[in-house]
């Protein structure tokens, strides 16, 4: 049965060159470092000096412990609005309240940013200021024949640095600076960039908004931060309708619609690397190393188990409301029991795109599609895409992007493919048919990972023709573009 063609317009526009914004310094002697342990008002504009002063306030708080480096507790930290009961050893408790001396550093250097060049400020809840992440084990330096461990962030940083300052100055270095950290082969031209890929392995923010306290890798995405949450938005992504404050904003989110990276063991193409990892751990993996202590249950993430665990607690929620009697273990549940029993709030955001029905999850909608519009899922693919349409509904996604390099590859093994399969073919009719054997379902996610990433050096984009009956068909042409604006699907 033929299928209806939906066809997709692509709108060529010419963006202009990126500004080269000058580099505003950041002055250390005009850091005002507030200790907020309790009341106290301490104030210096020295990172050592405030060390110092905040190890003075461990000490005071900790003479009691006999000996310290024997102790495992639960320690409130004592630091204002945070409130939060480290539970650990007390290495772990310290680890948090320096990390806090490290976040009043970077949320100085944001205060500073906004000031000077005129930002405009957050406007976000301010009550999460001083609320960190989740900090790892231990600060372990992971260059060869080091392995370092710190318990004060802004040094174990420090130390990390120093790696990187081991390399000559300059750029485009002979041989380059090649990163020791193990596992990881990296090499780039100056000890500058090695600097910033030594971030990705530590995890270090550069400054922090100094309203809400959120935490970024870099200025840029600092800059964002504070632009979003500008009224005025005057940049639109045609696709999926989403707004943005700035057109560098609105060119970076249209990548996102494009697959650049490629299943290397089936047809699934995905926009970002995480996105093949999890399908690579989730579909072509067999190991389940995350044991639940209280069932037989076995997850392949940590985030999988957790979420499991829930179903174990014996703490339940009540429904607030008077008369109520909605019991649950989730607090997902409530809110949804809330929304829909006590707001009015109609939760069914998921909209079919031929009739009139509308549904709660995708998972629903799914088999909606399948069993009664008699679609079939695109090969390599557990469900379907969904994005969302200016009713404010999630509807099907029925075209996809896919870089030309991707298809290119993809090309080439089918290609490759084909020619094995004839000469399978002729060998088979002279002779005999080899043992099969059976091949474990369990590989190497780092490998495969490093093998399927691919990254094209420009935003090359391809169309899609898709059938409403067979899901994603024949490709309908290239067009190679560096920046794209893309218009209203037609139909």
Not at 293 to 301: A, F
Not at 310 to 332: A, D, P, W
Not at 356 to 374: D, I, P, V, W, Y
Not at 379 to 394: H, K, L, V
Request: hydrophobic share 30%; charged share 25%.
């Amino acid at each position: 049965m033929a299928g209806r063609f939906i066809e997709v317009a692509v709108k060529f526009i010419k963006m202009p060159p990126k500004k080269t914004s000058s580099i505003v310094p950041v002055n250390p002697r005009f850091l005002d470092l507030p200790c907020e342990w309790q009341e106290c008002q301490f104030v210096t504009n020295e990172m050592e000096k405030f060390i110092k002063h905040l190890s003075e306030h461990l000490t005071t708080l900790l003479s009691s412990v006999t000996p310290p480096e024997q102790v495992l507790g639960c320690f409130n930290c004592k630091w204002r609005n945070c409130d939060v009961a480290v539970i650990g050893h007390i290495s772990d408790y310290t680890r948090h309240v320096f990390f806090h001396a490290f976040h009043t550093k970077i949320k100085c250097i944001g205060s500073m940013l906004v000031k000077n060049l005129e930002l405009h400020a957050c406007t976000l809840d301010g009550q999460s200021c001083n609320l960190i992440p989740d900090l790892p084990e231990c600060l372990q330096c992971g260059w060869t024949h080091c392995g370092a461990v710190y318990d004060n962030p802004e040094f174990f940083y420090r130390h990390v640095d120093f790696h990187a300052d081991s390399f000559p100055n300059g750029n485009n270095l002979k041989g380059g600076c090649a990163c020791q950290w193990e596992g990881c082969d990296v090499n780039v031209k100056s000890k500058h960039k090695l600097r910033e890929h030594l971030r990705s392995h530590t995890q270090q923010k550069l400054v922090a908004c100094p309203n809400c306290g959120g935490l970024f890798s870099s200025r840029t995405k600092f800059f964002d931060h504070l632009e979003r949450q500008k009224d005025v938005q005057c940049y639109q992504c045609s696709y999926c309708n989403k707004k943005f404050q700035t057109e560098r904003l609105m060119r970076d989110h249209v990548r996102i619609h494009v697959n650049c990276y490629k299943c290397p063991l089936c047809d699934m193409t995905c926009p970002n690397p995480h996105g093949l990892r999890n399908h690579l751990r989730y579909k072509h993996t067999s190991e389940r190393q995350y044991n639940c202590l209280e069932c037989d249950y076995r997850s392949k993430t940590p985030s999988d188990l957790r979420r499991h665990m829930e179903t174990h607690s014996e703490n339940t929620i009540m429904c607030h409301v008077k008369g109520c009697c909605f019991v649950t273990r989730l607090y997902q549940c409530l809110a949804s029991h809330y929304q829909k029993t006590h707001q009015g709030i109609d939760t069914h955001r998921f909209a079919c795109h031929i009739c009139e029905a509308f549904f709660t999850r995708g998972s629903l909608l799914t088999k909606h599609l399948k069993k009664t519009h008699k679609y079939k899922l695109p090969s390599g693919y557990s469900r379907f895409r969904y994005t969302m349409s200016q009713d404010g509904f999630w509807r099907l996604q029925t075209v996809r992007y896919e870089s030309v390099n991707l298809i290119e590859q993809v090309i080439v093994n089918v290609a490759d493919a084909t020619a094995n399969s004839e000469e399978m073919a002729s060998s088979e009719s002279c002779d005999p048919a080899p043992t099969t054997e059976l091949v474990s379902t369990t590989y190497n996610l780092e490998m495969l990972g490093d093998v399927a990433l691919h990254t094209p050096s420009k935003l090359d984009i391809v169309t899609e023709k898709v059938t409403e009956e067979d899901g994603v068909k024949a490709k309908d042409s290239f067009i190679n573009t560096d920046d794209i604006e893309m218009e209203k699907v037609t139909q």
